[in-house]
Every structure is written in structure tokens, then in C-alpha cells.
């Protein structure tokens, strides 16, 4: 498990830093809500009137004067986005870093299989994406406390579970991908992560683009979907989860006979 | 049992050379060099060796194991010095060889301190302060402490002062005493002469000559240096003569009676007759082939 806790420890600031912001940004969403309701007659009105624009978000499914309805959306945005950026970052450079940063001589002139550094580098990523979540669905239940409001446990536990699930596809796909590179890719991690969030804007906005959500796995992550109907998307999930497999057998494959 | 067995080992890179058919013996106990010009294909073999490249073509063993088949078990017993050692930042020396130490399941904990103190390394400086000298001996510490059977070496001097160098040779030279293999690459061609018994000539990804550094340097032809002389005209087997501070100098490879009878015939103020050193050994092969 050497190379697992040394990727932990490589990376212990980064996790710190990501976890905090993305924490602290949903921990300020949840504290002003209280602000915010005072003003929600009109605003709830205004945010349900917007056409496309409520779609985007999810808006017209869920009410955003009622906690849950508000919480799913923000958590949406804050944790749905900074989380996928996360998860792309961490996996499209857990196999290329070694390389970009010369180190790929060191590490594998040591008498371990390549599958398992891959598959210890795997692990890592993943425990550091359930890292993240934990820390910041704590500071978001906590906040919750503060301002005395809660949502139903199950659609929350959902919507946290969806976050972790959805990362993990990133981190596995990207992870897939970086098996490939010789070095960068973070912008294609970023990029990545970027487009699967609009597609999935799309597929709100019109019925014809409801097929995006098979692709992006914020189709089954959306946060007014889970909320509104109490359950995960099995379809989008099983996709998802395909891909996430096809990237994990993919480092695999190609790293066991790469080219260092 | 060789401790580096290759057969037509090649490599290319897509349609770019890496090596083309390399075969090469390196004797278990033996003290080899392999050298040749940057870009020769030194690291490549090196990088076949390890099993950090595959090969496109032929075959090699380490210590008796395929290449392409035991790798972890060859790793096992190697120790690996690459020409330019990097390592993760934010870690401190010692960190850094404690990894490698854990990376290998091995607790080498004595002896990284022992090869510390004699390379005069401090282990609590992080990696990344460290100047190209004392990355190199993070390195050497990496590969030679956990005692391995085999050391694979790729340029392994580069960033050293010359005491340090000195210090580096010794300690391969009793790693060698104690029966294991010294596989190293360098284009400092008088390192080679003096410290290994062995050496092999790469040249555009082609082995040029494999032999003992004796054989190598004793190819029949002396070189001769005349004060107060003109050439030898009538001579047969002189190359390369030239003028060189005030002396001629000159390679003769003909018989040794007809030199010293040409000699004779001269009456130079001064004579010196003796083998070429390995610098011009090895400039003859590099050359060959430009023409």
C-alpha cells in the first residue's frame, strides 16, 4: 500500500484546499437561506418565471422556498461542479503526473507490477474523492444545524450518494484518459467536466436534448430530479457506471505495456 | 549464468531508431562500460533493460530472467541510477530514500545512512533545493541500498566533483569485490579506461565493439611522438600524423622492426612509443562510418 498513502500524502494539500472551498462556499448557501426565505415570496416567484432559464437549474421541479427544493440546487452548483472539477483534475493526472513531472523513472524501476501502481493510484483517487465528500457533506449538515433547518433524510443521503457516484465516474473516465497522455491533460480534465455540466443544462432546458443525460453523469445527479422524485435515475446510473468501468479497464490495459 | 544476456535487440520508436540488433554479454562479477555519444541508444538499451520501454525486436535476460516476462523479479535485484534523477517535490532527502527503501519492502535503514555519511549527502535538505550533484547522490543512495546483485548505471557521474566521483568508484568497486555487476553508461571515455574491465561502443543505435578494455585499448597500433624529426616517409602503417607542440606524433600499425629501423635511420632527439590511449580507440569507431 506504499504508493496508496504516498499519492494520499502527495496530494493532502490539494484535497485540503478543495475540500474547504467547496465546503465552505455550500456552508455559506445553507446559512443565508434563512435571509433569503424572508424575501422568498417574491423571489420564488420571479426564480419559477424565468422559462428557460428556470428549467436550467432545475427550478421548476423543485420549490426553492422550501428547504430541500433550495439545498438540492445549491449543493447542485457548488458541490456538483466544484466536485466534478475535482474529480477530473485528480484523475486525469494521477498516471500522467508521474510522467509530466519525471518521476515515472523512480516509481517504476521499483520491483512492483504496473497494475498494481495503477491500481494503488486508482485507490487513492477514489479515497480522496469519499474524503472530500464526508468533509463536506459534514460541514453542510452542521450549517444545516446552525440556521435549524433540515431537509428529508433519504432524498439528502441521495443526493450526497449521486455527488460521490457521479465524481467517481469523472475520476475513472479522466483516469481512463490519462493512461494515454504523456503529460498535461488538465485541461482536458477541466474541459471535461465543464462540457458534461452544460449538457446537462441543455437536457433541462429542451425535451429534445433529454438523451444528453445518458452521457453526462450530472444527468443523474441533478439535484431537483432527486429531490422532486426521491430516487436516483437507474438508467442514467447504469450508464454511468459503464463508462466508469470502460476508463478503469482502459488505464489498465494500456499502462500494463506503456512506453515510460 | 550472464548477469545481461540481449540477442538483436531492437527498438524503434514508431519509424525513429532507438537501437537496432544489440547483442551484448555482460559477465556476472564483471565491471562493464558502455559508451558512446549522446543519442547513441544508451539510455534506450538501459530503458529496454528495465522494462521501462518493450522492445520491438530480439530478446534479453537479466540475472537469467526474460525481460519482457519477469521484470519485478529482475527490479528486485537491480539497482537503477537514472542519468537525471528527479524526484516528488515537497519531500526531504530522506523521505525520499525511506520511499524507495518501502517500495522495495526492505528496510535498508543502516546502510542508507552508511552511504550517506560517505557521499556526504544531508538527508534533511527537501529535493527540490538540492543542486544537480546532490540529486545524483539521492540516486546513488536509491540504488545501491538495498544491496542489489546488479547495477544498472546511466551516466553515472555527471554532477559529481571529482572527489566525489572518486568516492562513488570506490564504493561500486567494493560492491563489485563482493560479486556483484557493474553495468554502466558513459561518454567520458577515461572513466571507462580506468575503472572498468569491460566495455561495449553504441554508435547511431549500433553495438560498434564489445571486448575487455585490454583488448580494446591493445589494437596492435602504437602511438609514436618524435622530437627533432621529420616523418618516417618511406614508412608504411602511419596515420594520423600531426604536429603537436613542437613534436610529431603519429599511429603506426605496421611491424615494430621496420618502425624502429625507420627510427634509426631518423636520429630523433627524443622518442615515445606507446598504446593509444582509449579517447583515440574510441574517436577511431566514432568515426567510422562518417566517410
Known amino acids: 500500500m506504499t504508493v496508496f498513502f504516498h499519492e494520499l500524502r502527495r496530494n493532502r494539500l490539494s484535497l485540503a484546499v478543495w475540500a474547504a472551498a467547496i465546503a465552505f462556499m455550500l456552508g455559506i448557501s445553507v446559512l443565508i437561506y434563512p435571509q433569503m426565505t424572508a424575501q422568498m415570496a417574491e423571489i420564488n416567484e420571479v426564480f419559477a418565471d424565468m422559462g428557460s432559464f428556470t428549467a436550467a437549474f432545475g427550478m421548476d421541479k423543485v420549490s426553492f422556498g422550501e428547504f430541500g427544493g433550495y439545498f438540492s440546487i445549491e449543493c447542485g452548483n457548488v458541490l456538483g461542479l466544484g466536485g466534478a472539477l ?175 | 549464468m550472464e548477469a545481461i544476456r540481449t540477442e538483436a535487440l531492437s527498438k524503434y520508436y514508431g519509424k525513429a531508431r532507438g537501437i537496432t540488433d544489440v547483442s551484448l554479454t555482460v559477465e556476472q562479477g564483471g565491471f562493464y562500460g558502455f559508451i558512446g555519444p549522446n543519442g547513441a541508444g544508451k539510455s534506450t538499451t538501459i530503458r529496454l533493460l528495465l522494462g521501462l520501454i518493450s522492445a520491438t525486436g530480439g530478446r534479453a535476460e537479466v540475472l537469467g530472467m526474460d525481460i519482457s516476462r519477469e521484470r519485478t523479479r529482475i527490479l528486485e535485484k537491480t539497482g537503477y541510477l537514472p542519468s537525471e534523477a528527479a524526484f516528488y517535490g515537497g519531500m526531504r532527502v530522506r523521505d525520499i530514500i525511506a520511499l524507495s527503501a518501502r517500495l522495495r519492502k526492505k528496510d535498508c535503514a543502516a546502510e542508507a545512512r552508511r552511504l550517506c555519511e560517505r557521499l556526504e549527502l544531508d538527508d534533511s535538505r527537501r529535493v527540490e533545493e538540492l543542486s544537480l550533484g546532490n540529486r545524483k547522490k539521492v540516486g546513488i543512495v536509491c540504488a545501491m541500498q538495498h544491496r542489489p546483485e546488479l547495477y544498472i548505471l546511466d551516466e553515472p557521474t555527471s554532477g559529481l566533483d571529482p572527489l566525489m566521483q572518486q568516492e562513488f568508484y570506490a564504493l561500486l568497486r567494493e560492491r563489485n569485490a563482493e560479486g556483484a555487476t557493474v553495468f554502466l553508461s558513459s561518454h567520458v571515455l577515461s572513466e571507462v579506461a580506468r575503472w572498468c574491465t569491460h566495455a561495449a561502443v553504441i554508435r547511431d543505435g549500433r553495438l560498434l565493439a564489445a571486448d575487455s578494455v585490454e583488448r580494446l585499448l591493445h589494437t596492435g597500433a602504437k602511438r609514436v611522438t618524435l622530437r627533432g624529426a621529420s616523418a618516417p616517409a618511406e614508412l608504411e602503417g602511419v596515420r594520423d600524423a600531426r604536429e603537436e607542440n613542437g613534436a610529431l606524433t603519429f599511429l603506426y600499425g605496421g611491424k615494430p622492426a621496420e618502425l624502429l629501423a625507420a627510427l634509426a635511420a631518423l636520429a630523433p632527439e627524443d622518442v615515445t612509443i606507446s598504446d593509444p590511449d582509449l579517447e583515440e580507440v574510441f574517436m577511431h569507431y566514432y568515426a567510422k562510418g562518417d566517410a
Not at chain 1, 435549524?148 to 433524510?153: F, T, V
Not at chain 1, 443521503?157 to 465524481?167: E, G
Not at chain 1, 475520476?171 to 465543464?194: E, H, N, Q
Not at chain 1, 453523469?217 to 470502460?246: C, H, N, Q, W
Open chain 1, 86 to 260: 475535482f474529480a477530473a483534475i485528480l484523475g486525469i493526472s494521477a498516471l500522467a503526473r508521474e510522467e509530466r513531472e519525471h518521476t515515472a523513472e523512480f516509481l517504476y524501476t521499483h520491483p512492483l507490477t504496473r497494475t498494481r501502481i495503477v491500481g494503488e493510484k486508482l485507490a487513492a483517487v477514489l479515497a480522496q474523492i469519499v474524503l472530500l465528500n464526508l468533509a463536506v457533506a459534514a460541514v453542510a449538515l452542521l450549517s444545516m444545524r446552525v440556521i435549524g433547518e433540515s431537509a428529508e433524510a433519504k432524498p439528502l443521503l441521495l443526493l450526497f450518494l449521486a455527488y460521490l457516484l457521479m465524481q467517481a465516474e469523472l475520476a475513472a473516465i479522466t483516469f481512463g484518459v490519462s493512461a494515454f497522455l504523456r503529460s498535461g491533460g488538465m485541461g482536458l480534465g477541466i474541459g471535461a467536466a465543464i462540457m458534461l455540466y452544460f449538457l446537462n443544462i441543455i437536457a433541462n432546458i429542451t425535451e429534445k436534448a433529454a438523451f444528453l443525460k445518458l452521457i453526462t453523469p450530472f444527468g443523474y445527479t441533478d439535484g431537483a430530479d432527486i429531490m422532486s422524485s426521491g430516487r436516483l435515475e437507474i438508467k442514467y446510473l447504469a450508464v454511468g457506471l459503464l463508462l466508469a468501468a470502460t476508463g478503469v479497464a482502459a488505464a489498465f490495459l494500456k499502462y500494463g505495456k506503456k512506453d515510460i
